[in-house]
Every structure is written in C-alpha cells, then in structure tokens.
Antibody, heavy 117, light 109 residues
Framework: QAQLVESGGGVVQPGRSLRLSCAAS????????IHWVRQAPGKGLEWVAV????????YYADSVKGRFTLSRDNSQNTVYLQMNSLRAEDTAVYYC??????????WGQGTMVTVSS | SYELTQPPSVSVSPGQTARITCSGD??????AYWYQQKSGQAPVLVIF???KRPSGIPERFSGSSSGTMATLTISGAQVEDEADYYC????????????FGTGTKVTVL
C-alpha cells in the first residue's frame, strides 16, 4: 500500500546541519508534490515547505526560508529536506505528506529532530 | 502570512454533536482542510475543500464554511473521535504555502 517513511532525525547542536529523507512506496511518486510539516513538543502543527512533483517549484515558511532547502530524486522515490543553521526552535517531529489537490492525504510516521547543545 | 484561530478545547458526551470552528480573514478566499491527530500518531485528513469527506472517514464528520469561519462538525461523537483537530488553509498569495490553525482538543466523555 502507499507509504511515506521519514528518516534522518537525531540530536544536533545549534548552528549545525541535518538532512531528512522522505521515502515513498506503493504509488507513482513522480506525480505528487510533497510537503513537510513539523510539530514541536506539546505544540500544534506548523507547515514548513513543499516541493512540486517534478522539483520545479518549492515554497518555504518564513521561519525556515534561507536555512532549509528541499530537493527530490524521482528515480529513488525520495524527497530530501536539508536543514542548515539549526536553532533550538527547530526542535520538532518532522512529517512528510503527499499533496493531492492541496489535501495532505498520506503522511509518514515522522522523525524527531532535537537541536540542543 | 495570516492566522487561523480555533478554540483550545471542546468537550462533548458520547453521541452528542461537537462543533469546532476555525476563523480567519483568508477563509472567504480559500477552501478549508481539516486534520485529526490522535495522541502519538500522524495527522489524518478528515475533510477537504470545506465539506468533502475522504473515503474511509465516517459520515458523522462534516464540514462547512461561511464568510470568515469554517466549521468541522462531529455528529454523534464517539470515544474514538477524541483527538486534536487542525484546520489548514493554503496561502492565496502563492496558492501553495499554507497555515495550520491553532488546534482544538476534542474530549469525548
């Protein structure tokens, strides 16, 4: 069945970098945009970024613009979120989600990122 | 960007109707989407384009939107509907970025 699996989370010091991956299976990955949504501990959902089905367009939340970069490899059915200059406030569970006409109809289980010295 | 405001909590007895509101100036221009998130789980889409229900979502979930307010209604709430609920809107300036509402904790007891 259709599935998204995030990986790459962990503990990182402030100012350092981390790359998250979102691997897809069970559907035609190259046909779908992919969003990232994060959730800080005990807090609500925050939309982070989206990459177009073919990688031609990307949009970012103001809170991560200039620090986070999306890319995708449709031959590997994977989207990558490169996170640079990490801050304590980036600590969160990061989810990737499939876009179907603006609805996020399929989500991964999330990967935890902790930014701490 | 803009804000979407939801009540922090809603309580309802089993079998009663729960209504969760989402208010924001952008609502007249964009459709609302609603997500359910149970404790420790990823969110699940329960309503899209204001009032449409994905396959597999029980009929007791419905949505509506008027002016600057969207509403998610759970008619005959069940214990298993206890969760956090979030509205979401796409930013009309680029039609691709978006904002989640502040979230509502629904308690069924």
């Amino acid at each position: 069945q259709a599935q998204l699996v995030e990986s790459g989370g962990g503990v990182v010091q402030p100012g350092r970098s981390l790359r998250l991956s979102c691997a897809a299976s069970g559907f035609t990955f190259r046909n779908y945009g992919i969003h990232w949504v994060r959730q800080a501990p005990g807090k609500g959902l925050e939309w982070v970024a989206v990459i177009w089905y073919d990688g031609s367009d990307k949009y970012y939340a103001d809170s991560v613009k200039g620090r986070f970069t999306l890319s995708r490899d449709n031959s590997q059915n994977t989207v990558y979120l490169q996170m640079n200059s990490l801050r304590a406030e980036d600590t969160a569970v990061y989810y990737c989600a499939r876009d179907v006409q603006k609805a996020f109809d399929l989500w991964g289980q999330g990967t935890m990122v902790t930014v701490s010295s | 960007s803009y804000e979407l405001t939801q009540p922090p909590s809603v309580s309802v007895s089993p079998g009663q109707t729960a209504r969760i509101t989402c208010s924001g100036d952008a609502l007249p221009k964009q459709s609302a989407y609603w997500y359910q998130q149970k404790s420790g789980q990823a969110p699940v889409l329960v309503i899209f384009e204001d009032s449409k229900r994905p396959s597999g979502i029980p009929e007791r979930f419905s949505g509506s939107s008027s002016g600057t307010m969207a509403t998610l209604t759970i008619s005959g709430a069940q214990v298993e509907d206890e969760a956090d609920y979030y509205c979401f809107l796409t930013d009309s300036s680029d039609n691709h970025s978006g904002v989640f509402g502040t979230g509502t904790k629904v308690t069924v007891l």
